[in-house]
């Protein structure tokens, strides 16, 4: 096998060489912030190509498709693509939740089928949890799923779906029984072909004025019962395993990033670049944030330090969210009083400050305060989990 | 652009600032109490001393000077999870301003000085720092008070303040400008006169301090420490002041939030414990963040403090985020408490003042942010 230093400068060499620079329009910093069918081809293309050169499923069996070595050579090859600050790797569903599920717990039969097209991004995976009227009370979620012979007969809705209208398979929490004790026992997590009669896409548009999510309907629509993973009523536990790979708290991911994360150097240069940076009012704001992005980073150093967590265990990892997020909207609001006159543009206007990404990234900014559970959510996980505080509801 | 998150340091940990974390932790829990703090609030001398002799038994008041003056030879990195530990427990014990003057005679003391004070801090923890003066300033070089040189010494005039444990105190390192310069004395307190102290009414109940008159103290010409590192002297107290005591307020912070969880568990209003209310559930949430995010930043302050430029950056940034935790902290757990937090009988003043005295000392959250746009800008 190679060692991971080789296939480290391997890497380097390779991603010197192919990082595409400026396609020419505005790329998305986020998965879920795919628009257009432009970005979502490049971006499909690029993930492709980074797959078939060996640096992305690296550490995933080479019998499915994946490259055979261990987690840290997956590990080194994406320390580079962060380096090289490369294009997100899009199919982000199948690469951090659908593809380390399946290869955890899915048939010798699930995992030939799915997992070299997590890769390669033949085939795009979308999740399928949220429903209009079930968002933060995920475990009550109402799409039903009837057991008719070797099938499943689906009627319900899902919404807040990424990459919804290109999706092939969907992650779908359903509820097979609606007579359990409890709602969670309930569920169930089916592997969900999106293209067979009943599914229909409908796309949302963003507050930013973009597309990039969907509404997903379920009229009748009957899919192979062989997509159950685990047993009926188990689907709110694998659920959560899932949540658990994404947020890297289990190994398992193919690798690369899918969100790239706000560098308060960037809002720095944009004092300097507007001739504000030696004004002691904006200064004293950017030391806050100089702060705040420096206690986040070392947050994550320490969360690896044994000694240093042992009184909160769950802290650093739970908050981490939270902090992230929040702090991403903050700064990205930041930017746009830094614009004076300029602020009242907008994306495509010549006289917009950076092309308007920063009221776009400001706008796309609560995609990640409001999704994957709320920060009010968040603060109420991390009063319960981690303070010991009674349930709020 | 002057930020670079590398340049402003990692977050190590040695092994023995983790001993020191588990000694100290035990230690001090089993050695006080918050009951036996608020005993000793009434206290004169202020000073726990049982505890305090214990501290020099241990070696803890020399946990940062070097092993030749009988010192443990680490550094003020492992003096942190000590800081924190007493803090914790609001210990009345002078551990700041004994590693404090220790430091400073260490930088900018003569060998002599080193030789006779070092030893005798390291056994009894019994020096304090004078520096801060009436006008409430906190630009250590903007002082008033003088030394001139006579016929027998140095001639001392001005008034120093918040002189920490002046009573108990042995050795005292002091700050006065010979003509004009700002120079550090390191002298023996039985030079001072008793009517030349006066204790001070702090916020802080479980800090003593004294107003000194040094009008007429006259000092040995061996007391001057070595003026060409004066500068670097005073540096190193602003320093290591304002990172055990970023210590010291994480400590306290931890023990107000876990004090205000434990009320909201066990009050109940309109039928339910008040901790599932989400006013005070995400307030007191916000709160532990806040001290998450700032004790990261004190264990890298502790791990880069000996680096040139990154160690001032990173001290002054726990500084910021200490201060910003506690004050937060223990002003919400007074509001929380509701009624009872109006007391003088709740906890939670205790800690609110605490984070007032701190934020009086060597640097507020402005003080700190002014110094830092002058090092990440200029």
Same mark, same amino acid.
């Given at each position: 096998?190679?060692?991971?230093?080789d296939?480290?400068?391997?890497?380097e060499?390779?991603f010197?060489?192919?990082?595409?620079r400026?396609?020419?329009?505005?790329?998305?910093?986020t998965?879920?912030?795919?628009g257009?069918d432009?970005?979502f081809?490049?971006?499909?293309n690029?993930?492709?190509?980074?797959y078939e050169a060996g640096?992305?499923g690296?550490a995933?069996p080479?019998?499915?498709?994946?490259g055979?070595l261990?987690?840290?050579?997956?590990?080194?090859a994406?320390?580079?693509m962060r380096?090289?600050?490369v294009?997100?790797?899009?199919?982000?569903?199948?690469?951090?939740?659908?593809g380390?599920?399946?290869?955890?717990i899915?048939?010798?039969?699930?995992?030939?089928?799915?997992?070299?097209?997590i890769?390669?991004?033949?085939d795009?995976w979308c999740?399928?949890f949220?429903?209009?009227?079930?968002?933060?009370?995920?475990?009550n979620?109402?799409?039903s799923?009837?057991r008719?012979g070797?099938?499943y007969?689906?009627?319900?809705?899902k919404?807040w779906?990424?990459h919804g209208h290109?999706?092939?398979?969907?992650i779908?929490?359903? /509820?097979?029984?609606?007579?359990?004790?409890?709602?969670?026992?309930?569920?169930s997590?089916? =592997?969900?072909?999106?293209?067979?009669?009943?599914?229909r896409t409908?796309?949302? /548009?963003k507050?930013?004025?973009?597309h990039?999510?969907?509404?997903?309907?379920f009229?009748?629509a009957?899919?192979?019962?062989?997509g159950?993973?685990g047993?009926?009523g188990?689907g709110w536990?694998?659920?959560?395993?899932?949540l658990e790979?994404?947020r890297g708290?289990r190994?398992g991911?193919a690798?690369?990033?899918?969100i790239t994360?706000?560098?308060p150097l960037?809002?720095?240069? =944009?004092a /300097?670049?507007?001739?504000?940076?030696?004004?002691?009012?904006?200064q004293?704001?950017?030391?806050?944030?100089?702060?705040?992005a420096?206690?986040?980073?070392?947050?994550?150093q320490?969360a690896?330090?044994?000694a240093?967590v042992r009184?909160?265990p769950a802290?650093l990892?739970?908050?981490?969210k939270?902090a992230?997020?929040e702090?991403a909207?903050?700064?990205?609001?930041?930017?746009?009083?830094?614009?004076g006159?300029?602020s009242a543009?907008?994306v495509?206007?010549p006289?917009?400050?950076d092309?308007?990404?920063?009221h776009?990234?400001y706008?796309?900014?609560f995609?990640?305060t409001i999704?994957?559970?709320t920060?009010?959510i968040?603060?109420?996980i991390i009063?319960?989990?981690?303070?010991?505080?009674p349930?709020s509801y | 652009?002057?930020?670079?998150?590398?340049a402003?340091g990692?977050l190590g940990l040695?092994?023995?600032?983790?001993? #020191?974390?588990?000694v100290?932790?035990n230690f001090c829990?089993?050695?006080t109490?918050?009951a036996?703090?608020r005993d000793?609030?009434?206290?004169k001398?202020?000073?726990?001393r049982?505890?305090?002799?214990?501290?020099?038994?241990?070696?803890?008041f020399?946990?940062?000077i070097p092993?030749?003056?009988?010192?443990v030879g680490?550094?003020?990195?492992e003096?942190?999870p000590?800081?924190e530990?007493?803090?914790r427990? #609001?210990?009345?014990?002078p551990?700041?301003?004994?590693?404090?003057?220790?430091?400073a005679i260490l930088t900018g003391g003569?060998?002599?000085?080193?030789?006779?004070y070092?030893p005798q801090i390291?056994?009894?923890g019994?020096?304090?720092v004078?520096l801060?003066?009436?006008?409430?300033?906190?630009?250590l070089?903007?002082i008033?008070?003088?030394?001139?040189?006579?016929?027998?010494?140095?001639?001392?005039?001005?008034t120093?303040?918040l002189?920490?444990n002046l009573?108990s105190?042995?050795?005292?390192?002091l700050?006065?400008?010979?003509k004009?310069?700002?120079r550090l *004395?390191?002298?023996d307190?039985? #030079?001072?006169?008793?009517t030349?102290?006066?204790p001070?009414?702090?916020i802080?109940?479980?800090?003593?301090?004294?107003?000194?008159?040094?009008?007429?103290?006259?000092?040995?010409?061996?007391?001057?420490?070595d003026?060409s590192k004066?500068?670097a002297a005073?540096?190193r107290?602003d320093?290591?002041?304002?990172?055990?005591a970023?210590?010291?307020?994480l400590?306290a912070?931890?023990?107000?939030?876990?004090?205000t969880?434990d009320?909201?568990?066990?009050?109940?209003q309109?039928?339910? #414990?008040?901790g599932s209310?989400?006013?005070l559930k995400?307030t007191?949430?916000d709160?532990y963040?806040?001290?998450?995010?700032?004790r990261s930043?004190?264990?890298?302050a502790?791990?880069?403090?000996?680096?040139?430029?990154k160690g001032?950056i990173?001290?002054?940034?726990?500084?910021v985020g200490?201060g910003r935790?506690?004050s937060f902290a223990?002003d919400?757990?007074?509001? *929380?408490h509701?009624g009872f937090?109006?007391t003088?009988?709740?906890d939670?003043?205790?800690?609110?003042?605490?984070a007032?005295?701190h934020?009086?000392l060597?640097?507020n959250t402005?003080w700190h942010?002014?110094?830092?746009?002058?090092l990440l800008?200029?």
């Open positions: 096998m190679i060692s991971v230093e296939f480290a400068q391997d890497a060499k390779w010197a060489e192919h990082t595409p400026d396609p020419g329009f505005m790329l998305p910093l998965f879920m912030e795919v257009t432009q970005q081809e490049f971006l499909r690029w993930q492709r190509q980074v640096f992305l690296a995933w080479s019998e499915y498709g994946g055979g261990t987690d840290a050579h997956q590990s080194a994406t320390k580079v380096a090289h600050n294009p997100i790797m899009m199919n982000t569903i199948g690469l951090s939740w659908a380390p599920l399946i290869l955890d899915g048939s010798e039969a699930h995992k030939k089928k799915y997992i070299k097209g890769l390669s991004a033949d795009i999740q399928g949220s429903e209009p009227e079930n968002g933060s009370d995920l475990g979620a109402q799409l799923a009837v008719d070797d099938d007969i689906l009627n319900g809705s919404i779906t990424t290109y999706g092939k398979y969907m779908l929490l359903a /509820r097979t029984n609606p007579d359990a004790p409890n709602k969670y026992a309930g569920l997590f089916i =592997l969900t072909p999106m293209n067979v009669p009943g599914v409908q796309k949302i /548009r507050l930013t004025g973009e990039g999510f969907t509404q997903t309907f009229e009748d009957r899919v192979p019962a062989d159950l993973m047993a009926e188990m536990k694998i659920a959560m395993q899932t790979y994404e708290a190994g991911q690798g690369g990033y899918s994360e706000p560098d960037e809002i720095l240069n =944009l /300097r670049e507007s001739g504000q940076i030696d004004d002691p009012v904006v004293d704001d950017l030391i806050d944030f100089i702060i705040e420096q206690s986040l980073n070392l947050n994550g320490r690896k330090i044994g240093l009184d909160n802290g990892p739970l908050m981490d939270l992230k997020t702090f909207r903050e700064i990205n609001q930041y930017a746009l009083t830094l614009q006159t300029r543009y907008y495509d206007e006289n917009a400050v092309g308007g990404w920063w776009r990234s706008l796309n900014a995609s990640a999704g994957g559970g920060s009010q968040q603060r109420n009063g319960e989990h981690v303070l010991g505080l349930k | 652009m002057s930020f670079d998150p590398q402003l990692r040695t092994e023995e600032q983790v001993e #020191l974390m588990d100290a932790e829990r089993d050695q109490s918050i036996a703090v000793m609030i009434v206290d001398s202020g000073l726990d049982a505890a305090h002799k214990e501290l020099g038994q241990m070696g803890w020399g946990i940062a092993e030749a003056y009988g010192g680490l550094s003020l990195a003096a942190v000590v800081a530990q007493i803090g427990r #609001l210990m009345m014990v551990f700041i301003p004994a590693t404090v003057a220790a430091q003569t060998p002599s000085q080193k030789e006779t070092l390291v056994e009894h019994c020096a304090s004078a801060l003066e009436p006008d409430g300033s906190f630009d070089t903007a008033e008070a003088s030394a001139i040189l006579g016929a027998d010494g140095y001639k001392l005039s001005g120093k303040t002189v920490e009573d105190a042995k050795i005292l390192v700050s006065a400008k010979i004009g310069a700002v *004395f390191v002298m307190t039985r #030079l001072i006169a008793e030349a102290m006066r001070e009414i702090l802080d109940e479980t800090k003593r301090a004294y107003t000194l008159t040094l009008d007429n103290i006259t000092l040995p010409e061996s007391a001057l420490m003026e004066a500068a005073l540096q107290i320093l290591a002041a304002n990172l055990l970023s210590a010291e307020q400590g912070a931890q023990a107000c939030i876990d004090y969880v009320y909201l568990k066990t009050r109940k309109f039928g339910k #414990l008040i209310y989400q006013a995400h007191i949430v709160a963040v806040g001290y998450e995010k700032a930043l004190l264990y890298a502790a791990h880069s403090f000996e680096e040139q430029g001032e990173a001290t002054r940034m726990a500084a200490a935790a506690l223990a919400r757990s007074i509001q *929380f509701g937090g109006f003088y009988d709740c939670a003043q205790l800690y609110r003042r605490r007032i005295f934020d009086s060597f640097g402005r942010k002014k110094k830092l746009a002058a800008f200029n």
